[in-house]
């Protein structure tokens, strides 16, 4: 059965960095584009970064010059950096894959000082 877990989450003071994981199993992880989204309570779910199954990048405004989205195929795994990390990036971080593939359980991020 396809999944994807996630992992990295934590608690960390403004400014701060943390590097989110997403593992892949079930499907052709290189074939595929990912993306990691969140949502914060009380708000829907964002994207906030994409990645092609060729390693074009996009980002939504937030993200832009302090997140980095990257993979490695030989690892099935995508990768959310963050830095500068501010209090309104607190929010439960999801990856996704292919349309079929369920939503994992998250991880979440908590930005306070």
């Not at 939504?60 to 500068?84: C, E, H, P, W």
């Not at 439960?92 to 894959?97: D, E, L, N, P, R």
């Amino acid at each position: 059965q396809a999944q994807l877990v996630e992992s990295g989450g934590g608690l960390v003071q403004p400014g701060g960095s943390l590097r989110l994981s997403c593992v892949a199993s079930g499907f052709t992880f290189s074939g595929f584009h990912m993306s990691w989204h969140r949502q914060a309570p009380g708000k829907e779910r964002e994207l906030v970064a994409f990645i092609s199954s060729g390693g074009m990048t996009s980002y939504a405004d937030s993200a832009k010059g302090r997140f980095t989205i990257s993979r490695d195929n030989t690892k099935n795994t995508v990768y959310l950096q963050m830095n500068g990390l501010r209090t309104d990036a607190t929010a439960v971080y999801y990856c996704k894959g292919p349309a079929w593939v369920n939503w994992g359980q998250g991880t979440q991020v908590t930005v306070s000082s």
